[in-house]
T-cell receptor, first 110, second 116 residues
Framework: GEDVEQSLFLSVREGDSSVINCTYT??????LYWYKQEPGAGLQLLTY?????DMKQDQRLTVLLNKKDKHLSLRIADTQTGDSAIYFC??????????FGQGTELSVKP | DTEVTQTPKHLVMGMTNKKSLKCEQH?????MYWYKQKAKKPPELMFV???????INESVPSRFSPECPNSSLLNLHLHALQPEDSALYLC???????????????FGAGTRLSVL
């Protein structure tokens, strides 16, 4: 079945780059999403990519997709303390469903 | 505007109470969703409505009863809940559920529910 996996924790220093990784299993063409969730808040869509693309850049965010390995990464340049949050990778499935990873908790130290 | 509004923000209820959660969007979206989320876990899908009809029920207990009165509103009626139902309840909406579209889901801020 479909599955999305992420590492659970990442700690970086302010100003460094953060790279959050995700693997997925669906072999069909699909959309992949990155959401950010700050404490006590809902999920905020950061970016998305279609599975026939290799890369997408949006300001400080860069998404890289390795279709062969089904590996997705989110790079945050110049990470700030305000970037501390849980980041969820998600894969679009049938019927409108999203298959979420477990979430990566990003901690940014000053 | 990509806003999904949920009320109330917080709710405390006893196991014998009846309450309702509300969700509203004015983006013209025809798909709406309810999720349950425990702390530091991913959201778990509960229900999907497509064009005001229930499309997916993920085997949710009958003490949770969804309702979609029109294309902008989604309710979740709660009755005889258990303490383990305490969680953040998130509503989301998307253009539709078509397989060939990007169907971005936009989430509300959630209702923090505590069942005593």
């Amino acid at each position: 079945g479909e599955d999305v996996e992420q590492s659970l924790f990442l700690s970086v220093r302010e100003g460094d780059s953060s790279v959050i990784n995700c693997t997925y299993t669906d072999s069909s063409s699909t959309y992949l999403y990155w959401y950010k969730q700050e404490p006590g808040a809902g999920l905020q869509l950061l970016t998305y990519i279609f599975s026939n693309m290799d890369m997408k850049q949006d300001q400080r965010l860069t998404v890289l997709l390795n279709k062969k390995d089904k590996h997705l990464s989110l790079r945050i340049a110049d990470t700030q303390t305000g970037d501390s949050a849980i980041y969820f990778c998600a894969e679009k499935s049938r019927g409108g469903k999203l298959i979420f990873g477990q979430g990566t908790e990003l901690s940014v130290k000053p | 505007d990509t806003e999904v509004t949920q009320t109330p923000k917080h709710l405390v209820m006893g196991m014998t109470n009846k309450k309702s959660l509300k969700c509203e969007q004015h983006m013209g979206h025809r798909a709406m969703y309810w999720y349950k989320q425990k702390a530091k876990k991913p959201p778990e899908l509960m229900f999907v409505y497509s064009y005001e009809k229930l499309s997916i029920n993920e085997s949710v207990p009958s003490r949770f009863s969804p309702e979609c009165p029109n294309s902008s509103l989604l309710n979740l009626h709660l009755h005889a809940l258990q303490p383990e139902d305490s969680a953040l309840y998130l509503c989301a909406s998307s253009q539709d559920i078509a397989q060939d579209g990007k169907n971005i889901q936009y989430f509300g801020a959630g209702t923090r529910l505590s069942v005593l």
